[in-house]
T-cell receptor, first 115, second 109 residues
Framework: GAGVSQSPSNKVTEKGKDVELRCDPI?????LYWYRQSLGQGLEFLIY????????KSGLPSDRFSAERTGGSVSTLTIQRTQQEDSAVYLC?????????????FGEGSWLTVV | QKEVEQNSGPLSVPEGAIASLNCTYS??????FFWYRQYSGKSPELIMS??SNGDKEDGRFTAQLNKASQYVSLLIRDSQPSDSATYLC?????????WGAGTKLIIKP
């Protein structure tokens, strides 16, 4: 597609429920990133995928968070047993590859509210 | 671990003046640097990238890189209210960009 596409754009869920957030990167981009941004805060790196390599999961805050990327394209971020502190905007981004100088393009984000 | 530091602001600048945003980084071998703009409630978007020492100009925006002093700046000339946003500085890490916390810029009419 023309840009990074994320869905849903907004999600309100009850504490303890599981949620899935989807990201469709720019066509041809091999690198895909998930970030979290709480209100008024900076970007928090969650996970990074590059081609068929093992993902860098070093930013995932707990084992309730997981992500996968199927066929090197679409990615799903899953949050199990959601907590109120999970409320944030979850941003997906992609780049041509992980090389220096490659621009990262962000999607519009998935706004998650846990009530 | 690379670190990128920015003054969180807010930085208040009168309309028409020059806004100067600064970013310092810890890793001397960093080769490329990025400035992103993020409007409230929106996702970050790239403004400029810079790889070489000196200045790079793009319209009203000028990025300045000083590798010896390990800082990169963004100047916005003829500031407009529409420039009010948070400006994020980023430096490549091992696999992904290392982000500063951002400087909130307010342009006052």
């Amino acid at each position: 597609g023309a840009g990074v596409s994320q869905s849903p754009s907004n999600k309100v869920t009850e504490k303890g429920k599981d949620v899935e957030l989807r990201c469709d990167p720019i066509s041809g981009h091999t690198a895909l990133y998930w970030y979290r941004q709480s209100l008024g805060q900076g970007l928090e790196f969650l996970i990074y995928f590059q081609g068929n390599s093992a993902p860098d999961k070093s930013g995932l805050p707990s084992d309730r968070f997981s992500a996968e990327r199927t066929g090197g394209s679409v990615s799903t971020l899953t949050i199990q047993r959601t907590q109120q502190e999970d409320s944030a905007v979850y941003l997906c981004a992609s780049s041509l590859d992980q090389g220096f100088g490659n621009t990262i393009y962000f999607g519009e984000g998935s706004w998650l509210t846990v009530v | 671990q690379k670190e990128v530091e920015q003054n969180s602001g807010p930085l208040s600048v009168p309309e028409g003046a020059i806004a100067s945003l600064n970013c310092t980084y810890s890793d001397r071998v960093s080769q490329s640097f990025f400035w992103y703009r993020q409007y409230s409630g929106k996702s970050p978007e790239l403004i400029m990238s810079i790889y070489s020492n000196g200045d790079k100009e793009d319209g009203r925006f000028t990025a300045q890189l000083n590798k010896a002093s390990q800082y990169v700046s963004l100047l916005i000339r003829d500031s407009q209210p529409s420039d009010s946003a948070t400006y994020l500085c980023a430096v490549p890490g091992n696999y992904q960009l290392i982000w500063g916390a951002g400087t909130k810029l307010i342009i006052k009419p």
